[in-house]
């Protein structure tokens, strides 16, 4: 891929243009090759190149496929607004967690997108990464100044959390936050190990979580055979719990939301759009529902309501709506 296209490409991503041009310049020297290797320094003191790099690390992963990157690039150009019927973003990250930006950066964003709410899902305590996860003071902290910001902007900030499915299935809400959140996104961080079965047990128990809402990026952990495979399985256990899927908008799982949305259409079961972000820019992403947005009935999408959850402490109507 030319230079230029890769810029195109790469700026997508929503981050800073010297980390892009950084991107571009290792890609063009080493192709994908160790692209773990993009910088090494101490992950905390460097926190905004470290997790800038780590974003277009996944963009490179797509370049593997030069005939899927122009497809997303085309849709890229084919959708340049965001859909108008998109009321707001069910997954998002700040710099409580992995994100470079502040809450109120969000929100603001959230502001200029014209949404209605936007949801703030910053990593709970999460034994196996403590990086960039939330302690239950940190995550009480970021609620006080939620409310504040709520206000201050006018965006309904849904405060919640993107919960990792553990090696047992159960999920990382540490119990004195639980009551205090509005609802969760259960995702696959890690296989341990497991073979496919209990991979599957593990997201059943995850879906029987009251809190969670729904199931994020399903493929992440997944090899591509693998989630081919079990695609159907996967989405049946989240319907069966009468839970949502998500459609995630970042260029890397596009392939896999392909096959996501043939199963969604199926079932006509109720799906999320999230751009995932972890830096402002990235909110742009959500351009990319369009192309999903075209092919699945409006009932079926929860970004449409303007008040997916009554109260932002309680998940109850979510739930009731997804049922």
């Not at 936007?118 to 995550?139: C, G, K, Q, V, W």
């Not at 996967?234 to 260029?251: R, S, Y």
Request: charged content about 30%; proline content about 3%; glycine content about 4%.
């Amino acid at each position: 891929m030319r230079k230029d296209r890769l810029y195109d490409f790469f700026n997508i991503s929503g981050v800073d243009d010297e980390f892009i041009e950084y991107a571009i310049d290792y890609y063009v020297r080493n192709g994908r090759g160790h692209a773990s290797e993009f910088y090494k320094k101490d992950k905390r003191a460097y926190r905004k190149i470290h997790m800038s790099l780590e974003v277009l690390r996944n963009y490179i992963k797509v370049l593997d496929d030069n005939e899927l990157a122009e497809k997303i690039l085309r849709v890229w150009n084919d959708y340049p607004v965001i859909h108008r019927k998109i009321r707001g973003d069910f997954h998002t990250h700040t710099e409580f967690s992995d994100g470079m930006d502040t809450m109120e950066t969000i929100l603001r964003r959230a502001k200029a997108l014209r949404y209605s709410w936007i949801a703030l899902t910053d990593h709970a305590l999460n034994p196996d990464n403590r990086l960039y996860t939330m302690s239950p003071e940190e995550f009480i902290r970021q609620k006080e100044a939620v409310c504040e910001l709520s206000e201050k902007t006018g965006i309904r900030v849904y405060h919640s959390i993107e919960a990792n499915i553990m090696e047992d299935g159960s999920t990382d809400i540490p119990d004195d936050i639980r009551d205090n959140i509005s609802f969760a996104l259960a995702s696959l961080h890690r296989l341990y190990g497991h073979p496919i079965d209990t991979v599957l047990k593990r997201i059943e128990k995850a879906m029987s979580d009251e809190k969670v809402i729904a199931l994020a990026h399903p493929f992440f952990a997944l090899n591509p055979d693998i989630y081919s495979e079990y695609i159907g399985d996967i989405t049946d256990i989240v319907w069966q719990h009468g839970k949502a899927v998500e459609l995630n908008m970042f260029p890397n799982y596009f392939k896999g939301n392909l096959l996501l949305l043939d199963e969604v259409k199926r079932r006509d079961m109720k799906v999320i759009f999230s751009t995932d972000e972890h830096c402002a820019n990235g909110m742009y992403r959500m351009r990319f529902a369009g192309y999903f947005i075209d092919k699945l009935k409006p009932e079926q999408i929860l970004n449409f309501s303007e008040e997916p959850a009554a109260d932002f402490s309680h998940a109850e109507a979510v739930r009731n709506s997804i049922r």
